[in-house]
């Protein structure tokens, strides 16, 4: 038989070391803290953007115009000159060599102007983008909006016509607009041409209208503006101007421009 093997419990417990349950813990609980660190960092971030700031100062400035880009200019009463540019501000000079001074314009949307006309010795029109029409009584001292459309995000190009009226201001996809009452308000007109953008509108006697534009467009009017005719086309480019050399009872010669050729 085998020796039957005596096991004394109390040195068999007592050989287990104890757990040191401190040391084990320790590392987790930093875990922990730098945790929570962290998250309150954040948060404090994230609520701290939504604070309110003081907008910071900046200094007043002057539109200066010498360093303006200019789009258009035209000479208004006498030896007066007229010229608009961008961020929608208009300037006026005495004449030739004396200072600019910047017309008051109300209310100022800040689209930039392409194009000043006169129609007299008074009544101006400036155009711009955003469908901006301004209009000034005074020379071109002050301005006051007569039409704007930001929701169409049109630029008008040219702008023609007389003080007795109709006025026209042509632009951007072929848009057309007419003026009957000096333009104090204005309405669009098809003119049947298409959607070519509009450069230039210029006229004379006997109600004769024409207009150039965008790939070559050369068209015509004879009652004012009411019906169109596309003249054949004889350059691949595009016009971007025309002026109205005189007036006779046969009829308007006009003379027709594009870049760097008239």
Known sequence: MQPVTKINTESALRAVPPTEVGAHQAPGRSRIWIGLCIVGLVAGGAAASFLPRPSPAFPSSDARPELMLINGATQAAGA????AGELGHLFHSQGAGQPWREAAVAPQRGSTLTQVFFA???????IGHDNWILRSEDGGRSWQEAHFDAEAAEALMGVWGTARGPLFATGSFGRLLVSEDRGKTWQPRDTGLGDRH????????????MLVGES????????????????PDFYNGSFFGLI???????GVPIRVKDVGTV
């Not at 509009?198 to 209208?209: D, K, M, V």
């Not at 070559?216 to 003249?231: I, N, P, T, Y």
């Open 198 to 209: 509009f450069y230039g509108i210029a006229g004379g006697g006997q109600q004769r209208l």
């Open 120 to 126: 007299d010795r008074s009544l101006g029109l400036a």
């Open 216 to 231: 070559g467009l050369v068209a015509r009017s004879a009652d004012g503006g009411q019906s169109w005719e596309r003249l």
């Open 244 to 250: 109205a050399l005189s007036a006779s009872d046969n």
């Open 80 to 83: 007066q000159l007229v010229a």
